[in-house]
Nanobody, 124 residues
Framework: QAQLVESGGGLVQAGGSLRLSCAAS????????MGWFRQAPGKEREFVTS????????YYADSVKGRFTISRDNSKNTLYLQMNVLKPEDTAVYYC?????????????????WGQGTQVTVSS
């Protein structure tokens, strides 16, 4: 199975930027769709963005389109999330996910490996 470790979270003022990283191990990352989810206090976990196994296709939640960018570097087994123009409503624990089956275009939250999460807090 894959092990995923997120990093890069922290406290930032509204309008600022953060870059999250997700380091994968246990299996090559090159053949699996990956993505980011987030969960705010009192809310259900929600989809943020995903990237296909080869990086050719991306999807974004409407709430982050134009502000967030997902990317991957398969040579480093690492997934990234660049977050710009952050808003207080972006405050949440952000989780990295990797699909359990290869060649995927979209991430499947019900059949994925998960990281431990990293806290992002945006002050107003």
């Amino acid at each position: 199975q894959a092990q995923l470790v997120e990093s890069g979270g922290g406290l930032v003022q509204a309008g600022g930027s953060l870059r999250l990283s997700c380091a994968a191990s246990g299996r090559p990352a090159s053949s699996y769709a990956m993505g980011w989810f987030r969960q705010a206090p009192g809310k259900e976990r929600e989809f943020v963005t995903s990237i296909s196994w080869n990086g050719g296709t991306t999807y974004y939640a409407d709430s982050v389109k134009g502000r967030f960018t997902i990317s991957r570097d398969n040579s480093k087994n690492t997934l990234y999330l660049q977050m710009n123009v952050l808003k207080p409503e972006d405050t949440a624990v952000y989780y990295c996910a990797a699909d359990k089956l290869p060649w995927g275009i979209r991430i499947r939250s019900a059949n994925s490996y998960w990281g431990q999460g990293t806290q992002v807090t945006v002050s107003s």
